[in-house]
Structure formats: structure tokens, C-alpha cells
T-cell receptor
């Protein structure tokens, strides 16, 4: 009964080779988030979708893009990964921020850049 | 802008001892506050949350936290720590205003808990 699913759990890519991380949810939540968590650091929000409304954080590099083709799925695209992009990428969902709700996190995808 | 400070980067306790992890926040309105736990290589698991009402909140695994508005704090406590509690703990504050915030979380830097047998 997994609610927020991330695939793959581990991803190895080469420097500069585009990579896509996937997140799906069975909760029918309106909001989906992508966080980047580097080793020994706090998760940092990259961007989020409220339905189809995309919101980018001001300091998210242009190298990072996202797509949400439907309610259930959200993708993180890294166009040209650098060594500094190696991190755990966490997807989270929220039913609606106007309610007293909790974000549900997926297990994360650990990205290694060679 | 909201912010969270966890003053202790690393805490070591003996199994069976009590635990308190500190969290201070900065937020312009009544905050939504959360504690999450993360085991190595895993995602974040919610321990407890505060939205309103009773300032002492109970969570899973025997954890509790107390919201103190006057001190801008939301410290996590457990009366008796188990070896399985060893993990990293994150305090977070949630934005509730509309516009582009949409419930985004701001996390503290985390506190690593080591439990000695």
C-alpha cells in the first residue's frame, strides 16, 4: 500500500548525461514537491506543482526541470548533471495546503554522478 | 522568510536515557511545525505535527513535542531512548499562506542521534 513511490531508488549517471527521476502517488493529492538533500544536509525544496501550476524556487538551477503529466505522476529532469548534483532526491505530496495536512514523502532516489 | 534552527548537530545518549532535541523557528504567523526522522538512505517519516490547540503533541514511537510560542521552540522529547531510535531528526516549519507557498516546508539542519548500548 505504498502511497508515494519513487523510481528508481538508486540512479547512476555520467557527468553531463540527462537523467529523469520519477515519482508517483496513489493519494490523489493536489500538490507534489521535489526536494534535494545533499549528504549531511537538510532537504531543500527545488520546486512544486499545485495541480498544473508549476512553482520554481528562486535558487533552483536552470539545469533542473520538472513535468507533471497528470495528477499521479511527477518527473524531475536533470539536463546536464554535474558532480555537485549527486544527492538524495525526495518527492512529497500534500492534499491541499488550505487544510491542516501533512506532506507524505517517498523513499527517495539516490543519484550518483560519475 | 521562515527558518528553522537545530542547535545540536550530533547528540549521543545511552539506551534507556531521556532525550530532548531542540528546535527553534522563525515565522511571521502561527506556524505549522513538524518533526521527521530519517534513517540512513531512507526517506522522511513523520513523527508528529503541531497545527493548533494543545501545545503538547504526541507522536509515534513514544515521542512528544511541546510548542512554546514565547520561546519560538518546538523541542522533541522521549523519556526512554531505544537503540532503534538512532537516526537523523529534522524539525520543519510549514508555510500556510497562499500564493506560491502552497504548504512548503523549511527544514532545520538536522540532529544526528547516536544511541550507546
Amino acid at each position: 500500500d505504498a502511497m508515494v513511490i519513487q523510481n528508481p531508488r538508486y540512479q547512476v549517471t555520467q557527468f553531463g548525461k540527462p537523467v529523469t527521476l520519477s515519482c508517483s502517488q496513489t493519494l490523489n493529492h493536489n500538490v507534489m514537491y521535489w526536494y534535494q538533500q545533499k549528504s549531511s544536509q537538510a532537504p531543500k525544496l527545488l520546486f512544486h506543482y499545485y495541480d498544473k501550476d508549476f512553482n520554481n524556487e528562486a535558487d533552483t538551477p536552470d539545469n533542473f526541470q520538472s513535468r507533471r503529466p497528470n495528477t499521479s505522476f511527477c518527473f524531475l529532469d536533470i539536463r546536464s548533471p554535474g558532480l555537485g548534483d549527486a544527492a538524495m532526491y525526495l518527492c512529497a505530496t500534500l492534499r491541499d495546503p488550505s487544510y491542516q495536512e501533512t506532506q507524505y514523502f517517498g523513499p527517495g532516489t539516490r543519484l550518483l554522478v560519475l | 522568510a521562515q527558518s528553522v534552527t537545530q542547535p545540536d548537530i550530533h547528540i549521543t545518549v545511552s539506551e534507556g536515557a531521556s532525550l530532548e532535541l531542540r528546535c527553534n523557528y522563525s515565522y511571521g504567523a502561527t506556524p505549522y511545525l513538524f518533526w521527521y526522522v530519517q534513517s540512513p538512505g531512507q526517506g522522511l517519516q513523520l513523527l508528529l505535527k503541531y497545527f493548533s490547540g494543545d501545545t503538547l503533541v504526541q507522536g509515534i514511537k513514544g515521542f512528544e513535542a511541546e510548542f512554546k510560542r514565547s520561546q519560538s521552540s518546538f523541542n522533541l522529547r522521549k523519556p526512554s531512548v531505544h537503540w532503534s531510535d538512532a537516526a537523523e531528526y529534522f524539525c520543519a516549519v510549514g508555510a500556510i499562506e497562499g500564493g506560491t507557498s502552497y504548504g512548503k516546508l523549511t527544514f532545520g539542519q538536522g540532529t544526528i542521534l547516536t544511541v550507546h548500548p
